[in-house]
């Protein structure tokens, strides 16, 4: 997990609120990632960031939102519209984003809809 | 489609003997793959990779995995299990999707070592 922090580790939310996961990276790495993980499935890509101001869209981006302001940081907003939000949120990043580099894993942080 | 298949929930070994943990992919173009493992509560560690070379990738805590292209497979191998070995591994294979290369995962394997 090292070079990649992510907090809070647990997050409890009430239905119809915003939470904001975060994700830090001092890896000097350009890009970034947010999977999200389910009991018994591998992991489904969110959204991903190649560059600082740039965003796209992965497999399962509705519900979500995040920014890419500094190179560092890649935050993740779980809004009230994600209908089932309750999963274990993983960041990822690696050095560039062609298929030859390999993504580092964050500690993950696991978010629980009351 | 491309895809990556663990075929095994879990694969249970006693201490001191070999595992194998198994992974197949289904990918146009050349196969980028990758095996992590992860520990209760904790996020994906990385164990190895294959891009390209030889067939046989060696990578951390004493584990390797064999390419074979002919039967599209990807299986992790230890010579010697050890009870902390016990974890979730995913098989994943790295694509292109828009402009990135993104990472699509097996359903992940159980790992037992027993004592």
């Known amino acids: 997990d090292g070079g990649i922090t992510q907090s809070p580790k647990y997050l409890f939310r009430k239905e119809g609120q915003n939470v904001t996961l975060s994700c830090e990276q001092n890896l000097n790495h350009d890009a970034m990632y947010w999977y999200r993980q389910d009991p018994g499935q591998g992991l489904r890509l969110i959204y991903y960031?190649?560059?600082?101001?740039?965003?796209q869209k992965g497999d399962i981006a509705e519900g979500y939102s995040v920014s890419r302001e500094k190179k560092e940081s890649f935050p993740l907003t779980v809004t009230s519209a994600q209908k089932n939000p309750t999963a274990f949120y993983l960041c990822?990043?690696?050095?560039?984003?062609?298929?030859?580099?390999?993504?580092?894993f964050g500690p993950g942080t696991r978010l629980t809809v009351l | 489609a491309q895809s990556v298949a663990q075929p095994e929930d879990q694969v249970n070994v006693a201490e001191g003997n070999p595992l194998t943990v198994k992974c197949t992919y289904s990918?146009?173009?050349?196969?980028?793959l990758f095996w992590y493992v992860q520990y209760p509560n904790r996020g994906l560690q990385f164990l190895l990779k294959y891009i390209t070379g030889d067939n046989l990738v060696k990578g951390s805590y004493g584990f390797e995995a064999e390419f074979n292209k002919s039967q599209t497979s990807f299986h992790l191998k230890k010579p010697s299990a050890l009870v902390s070995d016990s974890a979730l591994y995913f098989c994943?294979?790295?694509?292109?999707?828009?402009?990135?290369?993104?990472?699509?995962f097996g359903q992940g394997t159980t790992l037992q070592v027993k004592p």
């Open positions: 990918v146009s173009g050349n196969p980028y």
């Open positions: 990822a990043s690696s050095r560039t984003e062609l298929n030859t580099d390999t993504q580092y």
């Open positions: 960031s190649q560059i600082v101001n740039d965003f």
């Open positions: 994943a294979v790295r694509v292109r999707s828009g402009n990135t290369g993104k990472l699509i």
